[in-house]
Every structure is written in structure tokens, then in C-alpha cells.
């Protein structure tokens, strides 16, 4: 380089045309020598130092000249600026650069320094002060680092050759824009052939298909990064890529066996593990998950199964209860299966897998076991001791079949109430019961197997005691029924019920019929619906108020007690106009009688006109009989037998307003008239008394009518004077006189005037009742 130096000088000093220039020569870029002509004083070009000079001597860097300097040494150089004096130094004569050390471009790439040149003699500035670099001129002395190694990464298996895995990334300290100290080549060292990175980017993809996580899981792939764009005597730096296959599910799940053979004892609760079985799964997490399912078949009913979380074992749970003795074993299918699919592997076939598991039930000692879950009894109390009211029955159900013995738990019957046959299992009342005392008696019935005692069971009884029947059924009310006269033959004219004070009412069933000396009654029957209510039907159609207003129907009402009890009820049943649709008019017998088209005022004036009479007669009689008990009582203090006397004077036979002559004369006529009021009359002629001509007879009819009044009872405790008057019957027309007369009133039947229609019936009944009032008057005359 010095020599290079020296020749550019010399070219320097030889000027084709005579005239003086300054030049600054230096070491060039690319070992060219460079030239350039400058109209001012000074003329240089950019000065380059080697970094890392390793040299004895210290490095020329260039040289500085002026076109004054004559080369008679007088003038001066001097040097400022970055490193001045300490790095960099230069001859003040010949202006001769020099690096005093090794620099380092990578700590410092150029440096500014300022040159002058002055008179040697006086130091006055022959031209101004100039600016100039030294630029440091790089070496490839930096290798490739990687700042980030080493990298993990991470790539799905089963991925297609060039799935992207990762980048990595160099970095060269020297300067990028000088050579090829900073180009830098990746590549792999070690890793191939699942790998590949690109030489430029530095990214990493697989190079090989199908790569399977379940053959190999990790791999580290070194990585080399090399300058001088990978060319003889670049440097290279290196890192690691620790790369890890991820899971996909692609492999479904596999029974070790394909047959699992499991025990359960037949005592095993149900809800319980009988067994497990597992399906093994090459994948992880949640690729491994494991769904298992009971194909439906023989013991898809008895058994299930679910999935541990933790190991994706198979547990499975009984479902219903076991028995050795029905079923000894029981084989089913279960298949196992990924809960999470991926569709690109679900071509490859059925993600799922199928074992056959096999139980035997073994055989378990029990107790024995009764056909019901509880019992329940009744029993009637007063029921004598060692009535049966019932069994219960247990059996051994193992393959020993043992007999069981019966017996009550004496916590549970402390009075001992009841008894039990130890074979048999009946159980009968061990003394009379009293349902007012204890409705209800709960017992515990125990059963024991013969040949093992420690096994037993147990068993509720529920004993009742219902109420004995002691009340027959009656009628739920007092019904009041009609049936129209229009009515229809077998029309149901009244729905009734019965009731009974038996307990409780809830289950009580009647049942309703005629008596048995009623059955051939024309007119009504009871028909019995079946539901605790019965009916009155019609047998007949025609009914009259007229001919008869009301009836008698009796019903026998019979319940389904212990012992049964029955009455006889009667039911009344009046007769009433209805409309022709069946509504009630009128039931009132009176009503018939009632002109038509009277309004309701002047019914209730007649009605209060007839209350007014009725009063006044009621006062009269009253004070009439006062008034003759005071005659028959004249003195108070006398109580000698008396002779009633009248003090008034007759007016003969033609006066018959004083007093009737009939009631003196034949008083048996008054008295064998005598009507009751509550019972209609019956109008009969009685024998007339014997007629003869001589005296016998009359005297007979004297004697006669002596001994009657004599035997009297209700005669004053007194003499009194009795006539007795007769008139023979020798006359063919028989007697003129009016002593019989009032006997001829009152059998005067005035019931043909009801046959004259409506209009009439008032009239009838005004007679009939003058009727009975007159013989009423009569017969109290006479007994005076």
C-alpha cells in the first residue's frame, strides 16, 4: 500500500503541463487511486484506515499538501478534531497521515478531523482551516448471532410438507454496505430431513409428511447463520430450534382385550360400581377423551356406564337390583369412542372401538324376603280372641330355600294384641279390640330363615279396627214430593238419599226397595239407582186431588255395614195441578174450590173475613159454656146432690128456638152422630129404634136408654133429670114431629155438590162444616 502510495506522489510531481497544483492523495476505495483538481488551495479526497491494523509500524493514512508549500519547509501542518494527536498524527513538513493504533469500526465508523496550514516562521494562517473525514474501512471480523436462540416452536403432526413452523433471524455487526461481511446464508446443521429453513429469510417449515407425534414428539433442529453470503471463510454463528410436534386426534380409542369378564355379588346396591374397563388413546388432552356407551341388548337394562375423568376409565354402575336366583350371568357390548372428532382422519374409518363384557352374578346368602312391601288389615272390634285377620308370607328366595318362621317384634305389640302363627304367618287377635280405645295398631312382622337365624327381614302391618255397625239408615230429610195429576206412567218424580251415624261416612252403600207387603202397590215403586240415591217412579197415570190428595209410600233403606242394619222409611206424596210441561200450579185442595179470576188482594180479604168469623165463634162457644157450668154450679157451698130446674117457661112444640126437643127425646141419636173433624164422615143411617103399637116397646126404649145413661162415665157425679119422649111409627107417613129432625139433617150427604163443578164447591164445604158444627152443639146439650 506504501508503494501505491508513492507512485500516486510521483504521478503527482509529473505535470504534462508545467503549472503548480495541490492534490491530496490517499488510499482509495476498492484499491483505485483517485484524482481530483480543485480551483482552492487545498485538495483531498476521503481518507481510509484499515480497522484492526495489526502492523509494527503505525499506518499511513494519507498526506496533506497545499499548492504555497514550495518544498522549501516553509510550511506547517497542523491536525484537529477527533483523535488528533492521540490516534491520529501528521507531519508538519511533509503533511504525512499516520494511525497511531488498531481502530475498530464496529466502535467508532469515522472520525472528523479539521487541517491547516501555516507559515512556518510566523504561524499566520496561509489558508483557512479545512474539514475532513477519516472514514474507518470495515473487515469481516463479526460473525452472524442469532439475539433470540435459542427457539421453540410448535407445528400440528400429521402436517403437509412446508407447514410453517418458525423464523429465525441473524444479525452481523459489519457494515452491510461494504462488501459481503454482513450478507448472511442461513442453514441446517442438524435437523434434516424433517426440516427445512429458507437460506434468505431464515423461516423453517417441514420437509417431511405424516410426521407423527405418537413415533416422535420433540425435535431440535440447529440452525447456522454464515456471511460472505455463505462463501469460503465467511464467519457463522448458530442456534437451536427446539421444535414439538402438537397432538391431533388421529388415532381412536382401543380396549386392551376385546373380552372383560367381571363378578358381582347379588347383594350389590344399586347405584353401586360393579366393574371398570378402559379404551386406551394414543392422543392427549382432550383428543384422549373417551366416551364409552352399552350397546342396547341383554344388559342394557340391568347396567350402566360413565367415563372417569381422570384415567377415561369405563366405570360400570348397576341399574336395578340382582338376583342369583332369576339370572345367573348377563353379556353386553360396550363401544368406546372420542368425544372430540377431527373430519380430516374420520376417512380413515370408525373412531370408536367394541369390547363384549361378561358379569356373573355369585350367589349371596339373603334373607327372606315377603311378597308385599307392607300390609294392611281390618278387623270389626269386639272381635272374639283368636279371630284370623289376615297373613303375611316370606320366602327364601337362595338356591337353599329354607323354611321361615314367623313372629311379632315385641317392641311393636307391647299389650300383645295380636297372635301369629310361627308357620303359617296368619295373624288373629289375642283379645278383644276397642276401636274407641285404638283405632289403629302398626306391627312389625319378622321372618327368619330355619337353618341361618342371623338372616331376617321385617315387615309393617297395619292392623285397623273398624267401627261395628250400630245405627240403621234413615232418610237424608223430610222430602216433600208431589206428582202432578198429568203425570206419566214410570216418570221419576223425586230423586231421595239416605245417611247413616255410623263412622266414618266415606265407603257407606245403600240400598233402596219396597217393603214386601208393598210390592203390589198400583200406584208408586222405588227403583234403586246403585249410587246411594233412588227414586219414585210412577205406575199409574190419572192421579186426582178430588178422589185422593195424598199417599203413603214406605221404602226400605238397608246399608253394607257389619252386621247390616235396615229401616223403613215413608215417603208422603201429595197430589198437585202442574202445568204441561210439569211445573207446579197448586198443591191446596182448598184451591180448586176458589172462583176463578179472583185477584190477590181479595183471596187475602177473604181469608182475613174468615179468620174474623172463626174468632167470633170460638168466643161465643167459650162463653156460652161458661154460662152453663155456672147453672149447673149454682152454689158454691152446696155440694148435696141438686136437681137442675129451669126457671124459664117453654113455648110449647111449635117453639124451637128455646131449646132442641130432638136432644131430649132421643139423645143416642146425637150421640152416634158425633163426626170427628180429622177424619172425612161417612154418612150411615143407623137401625131406627123398634117400633110397636102397644106400651111394650116404649118401655123397652125407656129401659134402654136408662141403662145407657146409667152406664155413662161421663155423666155429672150428680142426680139429674133425663125425658125421654117417643112417638110411635104407626102412621104411614111416618112421625110429623121435629124431635128426629136434626138426626135427618146430618145424614144429608151434600158431597154431590163437588160434582157440579167448581162454581159449587164453596157451597159444599160451607154445608159440611154447618153440619158438624150442629152436631157438635147437640151432643154438649145433651151430655148437660
Not at 516562521?121 to 473487515?139: G, H, Y
Not at 381412536?252 to 347379588?266: A, C, G, I, N
Not at 206424596?573 to 200450579?585: F, K, N, P, T, Y
Request: charged fraction near 25%; hydrophobic fraction near 35%; aromatic fraction near 8%.
Amino acid at each position: 500500500m506504501l508503494t501505491r502510495n508513492c507512485l500516486l506522489l510521483f504521478l503527482w510531481i509529473l505535470v504534462d503541463d508545467g503549472s503548480v497544483f495541490s492534490f491530496l492523495v490517499g488510499p482509495m476505495r476498492n484499491g483505485a487511486a483517485g484524482f481530483q483538481r480543485v480551483k482552492r488551495g487545498w485538495v483531498w479526497n476521503q481518507f481510509f484506515v484499515l480497522e484492526e491494523y495489526m502492523g509494527s509500524d503505525p499506518q499511513y493514512v494519507g498526506k496533506l499538501h497545499t499548492d504555497l508549500d514550495k518544498g522549501d519547509s516553509a510550511v506547517k501542518y497542523t491536525l484537529s478534531g477527533d483523535g488528533a494527536g492521540s490516534i491520529f498524527t501528521i507531519d508538519q513538513t511533509t503533511g504525512d497521515i499516520h494511525a497511531l493504533r488498531s481502530l475498530d469500526r464496529e466502535e467508532k465508523p469515522y472520525y472528523t478531523l479539521r487541517a491547516q496550514a501555516v507559515d512556518i516562521d510566523t504561524n499566520r494562517p496561509l489558508e483557512p482551516e479545512s474539514e475532513f473525514v477519516i472514514k474507518v474501512q470495515d473487515i469481516n471480523d463479526n460473525e452472524p448471532k442469532f439475539l433470540e436462540g435459542p427457539y421453540r416452536a410448535s407445528v400440528p403432526e400429521m402436517s403437509p410438507v412446508g407447514t410453517y413452523v418458525t423464523q429465525v433471524t441473524a444479525t452481523d455487526a459489519d457494515d452491510p454496505t461494504y462488501g459481503n461481511s454482513a450478507r448472511v446464508v442461513y442453514s441446517i446443521l442438524h435437523g434434516q430431513p424433517y426440516f427445512s429453513v429458507d437460506p434468505k429469510t431464515g423461516v423453517i417449515k417441514t420437509a417431511l409428511p405424516n410426521m407423527d407425534r405418537e413415533v416422535k414428539e420433540q425435535y431440535q433442529v440447529l440452525i447456522q447463520a454464515k456471511d460472505m453470503g455463505g462463501q469460503l471463510g465467511g464467519l457463522a454463528g448458530t442456534t437451536t430450534v427446539n421444535i414439538t410436534l402438537s397432538d391431533v386426534n388421529d388415532n381412536p380409542p382401543r380396549f386392551s382385550k376385546s373380552f372383560f369378564h367381571l363378578r358381582v355379588p347379588e347383594s350389590s346396591a344399586v347405584g353401586s360400581a360393579v366393574g371398570r374397563i378402559k379404551a386406551h388413546d394414543l392422543d392427549i388432552g382432550k383428543n384422549a377423551e373417551v366416551e364409552y356407551t352399552i350397546v342396547p341388548g341383554d344388559g342394557g337394562a340391568m347396567f350402566d356406564i360413565t367415563t372417569n375423568e381422570h384415567n377415561q376409565e369405563g366405570i360400570i354402575i348397576l341399574k336395578r337390583p340382582l338376583d342369583f336366583e332369576t339370572k345367573k350371568a348377563y353379556t353386553f357390548k360396550v363401544d368406546a369412542s372420542n368425544a372430540h372428532l377431527d373430519p380430516r382422519f374420520q376417512s380413515f374409518g370408525a373412531f370408536k372401538d367394541t369390547a363384549t363384557v361378561k358379569i356373573n352374578v355369585l350367589d349371596v346368602d339373603e334373607p327372606p324376603v315377603f311378597n308385599k312391601p307392607s300390609y294392611m288389615m281390618d278387623v270389626y272390634e269386639d272381635t272374639p280372641a283368636g279371630t284370623i285377620i289376615g297373613a303375611v308370607t316370606a320366602q327364601d328366595l337362595d338356591a337353599s330355600s329354607s323354611p321361615v318362621r314367623y313372629s311379632i317384634d315385641w317392641k311393636s305389640d307391647l299389650d300383645s294384641y295380636f297372635d301369629i302363627d310361627p308357620v303359617e304367618g296368619t295373624i288373629s287377635t289375642n283379645e278383644l279390640l276397642d276401636r274407641e280405645s285404638i283405632a289403629q295398631h302398626n306391627i312389625s312382622i319378622v321372618a327368619t330363615k330355619l337353618n341361618s337365624p342371623v338372616l331376617t327381614s321385617r315387615v309393617a302391618v297395619t292392623v285397623h279396627v273398624l267401627d261395628i255397625n250400630e245405627f240403621p239408615p234413615e232418610l237424608a230429610s223430610p222430602y216433600e214430593t208431589f206428582v202432578c195429576e198429568n203425570a206419566k206412567v214410570g216418570q221419576v218424580i223425586q230423586t231421595f238419599s239416605a245417611k247413616d251415624q255410623d263412622l266414618p261416612t266415606a265407603g257407606q252403600q245403600f240400598s233402596f226397595k219396597s217393603p214386601k207387603e208393598d210390592m203390589k202397590n198400583k200406584n208408586f215403586t222405588i227403583r234403586d239407582f246403585g249410587n246411594n240415591t233412588a227414586g219414585i217412579v210412577t205406575k199409574r197415570s190419572g192421579f186426582r186431588r178430588r178422589l185422593q190428595e195424598i199417599y203413603l209410600l214406605p221404602v226400605v233403606i238397608e246399608d253394607n255395614g257389619y252386621p247390616p242394619k235396615s229401616s223403613t222409611g215413608t215417603l208422603t206424596i201429595r197430589v198437585c195441578g202442574c202445568e204441561s210441561d210439569g211445573s207446579l200450579l197448586t198443591c191446596s185442595a182448598e184451591a180448586i174450590f176458589l172462583p176463578v179470576g179472583l185477584s190477590t188482594g181479595a183471596l187475602i180479604a177473604i181469608l182475613l173475613c174468615i179468620i174474623i168469623l172463626l174468632v167470633i165463634v170460638v168466643l161465643y162457644v167459650g162463653l156460652r159454656r161458661q154460662k152453663k157450668k155456672e147453672t149447673l154450679m149454682s152454689s158454691k157451698e152446696d155440694i148435696r146432690d141438686n136437681v137442675i130446674h129451669y126457671d124459664d117457661e117453654g113455648g110449647g112444640e111449635e117453639d124451637t128456638h128455646a131449646f132442641d126437643m130432638g136432644t131430649l127425646r132421643n139423645p143416642k141419636v146425637v150421640k152416634e152422630n158425633l163426626y170427628r173433624r180429622d177424619v172425612k164422615p161417612e154418612m150411615k143411617r143407623g137401625p131406627k129404634p123398634p117400633v110397636s103399637q102397644d106400651s111394650a116397646d116404649i118401655r123397652d126404649f125407656i129401659n134402654q136408654r136408662l141403662k145407657e145413661h146409667d152406664m155413662d162415665n161421663s155423666a155429672p157425679p150428680y142426680d139429674s133429670l133425663a125425658t125421654y119422649a117417643y112417638e110411635g111409627n104407626g102412621s104411614v107417613a111416618e112421625s110429623l114431629s121435629s124431635i128426629d129432625s136434626l138426626a135427618i139433617d146430618l145424614e144429608e150427604d151434600y158431597d154431590y155438590l163437588n160434582d157440579w163443578g167448581p162454581r159449587f164447591k164453596t157451597l159444599a164445604g160451607i154445608f159440611g162444616e154447618q153440619s158438624e158444627t150442629q152436631s157438635d152443639s147437640t151432643t154438649t146439650e145433651n151430655t148437660h
